[in-house]
């Protein structure tokens, strides 16, 4: 019996992925244009300087300290709820939780794996080049300096550059780099630019980082979103071989494996082929012609103790008169 192949929701989903157009056709991918080569170059150096500042303990962490014993968190207490609460858009997890189910809902629309795998990418550079920083320099925060004046560096803390300022930047910031309009990509672009400003200077109200720690979040999580358009190409090029895997994946499932059997579907009865479909069936398993048990020979088992019947008359046939006893 033949029976149509149960589509699971992996293979609905490659299915809508492979509608046509795979890429709407007014979306355009990000190159590497000399005006965004001079603007990552310039933030890069923008970036030198900041670690360069607080290593040599520059008037930059004395105004860290300044900060730090100004004390935001008790200056204005009232908004302590609120900024415990902003700051999680800053936060890895819940942020990326949110973004990756929108950019999946864009997948599914323009039939596409492009944005997920940007913001794959994006996270995999912000993971490697933030965290390589924060081991790096092992700088202690706010809350567990141990010198006054001092830049807390090479002590084996983690807090600098800012991992939530970094992120802010990164995943709000996809957003706007994935736009499909001009239009759409400004108001989005205003959008992560505030809210990553709002992360930055809600860690340092906390205490948790100091400003210097949120100006270099800001500029490494800048960096990534200049220097995504070098790893378009990786990115396609890892669509068509994710498209390629699921299609060798696909033909091979589909493969009846040899020696499977064949099912034959019952026909009805007015069919005139069902005679011919008889013929082809195997007739029995006896090696001879069946016969009726009454005309079979009666057969003593070998080594049995019971002994022979010649006169055992078979069933069903008339047997001679016994001889009655008594009287």
């Known amino acids: 019996m033949r029976t149509e192949p149960k589509l699971t929701r992996l ?48 008037w930059l962490v004395r105004l860290d300290w300044q900060v730090m014993f100004f004390r935001p ?18 936060q890895r997890g819940p942020t990326a939780v949110m973004v990756a189910a929108w950019l999946g809902w864009r997948s599914w629309r323009q039939h596409t794996l492009r944005p ?51 992120n802010a930047v990164v ?15 400004r108001w989005l672009s205003a959008v992560s630019a505030v809210t990553s400003l709002g992360v930055g ?26 220097g995504l358009p070098w790893f378009e190409p990786l990115i396609a090029r890892a669509e068509v071989a994710i498209f390629d895997l699921r299609d060798r994946l ?10 499977a059997p064949v099912l034959i579907t019952p026909l009805p009865a007015d069919r005139e082929d069902v005679p011919a479909l008889a013929a082809r069936a195997p007739v029995c398993l006896a090696p001879g012609p069946h016969t009726t048990r009454s005309e079979r020979t009666p057969v003593t088992p070998a080594g049995s103790r019971r002994p022979p019947h010649p006169e055992r008359h078979p069933r ?7 001889p009655m006893t008594g009287g």
Request: glycine share 10%.
């Open 201 to 226: 200077m809600a860690t340092v109200y906390l205490g948790t980082h100091w400003l210097s720690d949120v100006l270099l979040g800001w500029t490494a999580g800048l960096l990534i979103l200049l």
């Open 316 to 322: 069903g046939s008339a047997s001679s008169a016994r």
């Open 116 to 166: 997920l795998l940007v913001f794959g990418v994006s996270l995999l550079l912000l993971n490697v080049t933030v965290g390589a920083a924060k081991y790096g320099m092992g700088r202690l925060g706010p809350h567990y300096a141990t010198v006054i004046g001092s830049n807390e560096m090479w002590r084996g803390g983690d807090i600098f550059p800012s991992g939530h300022t970094a």
């Open 73 to 90: 968190y008790q200056q204005w207490s009232e908004i302590h709820w609120f900024v415990d609460y902003y700051v999680v858009l800053g």
């Open 11 to 58: 293979d609905r989903v490659f299915a809508r992925l492979d509608r046509e157009p795979e890429r709407p056709a007014h979306i355009d991918v990000p190159k590497m244009s000399r005006h965004r080569i001079v603007l990552f170059a310039g933030t890069l150096a923008f970036y030198g300087a900041i670690v360069w500042a607080v290593v040599i303990t520059s």
């Open 250 to 259: 696909r033909d091979r499932r589909r493969r009846t494996p040899a020696g």
């Open 171 to 185: 995943t709000w910031g996809i957003l706007a780099y994935l736009a499909s309009s001009a239009r759409a990509q």
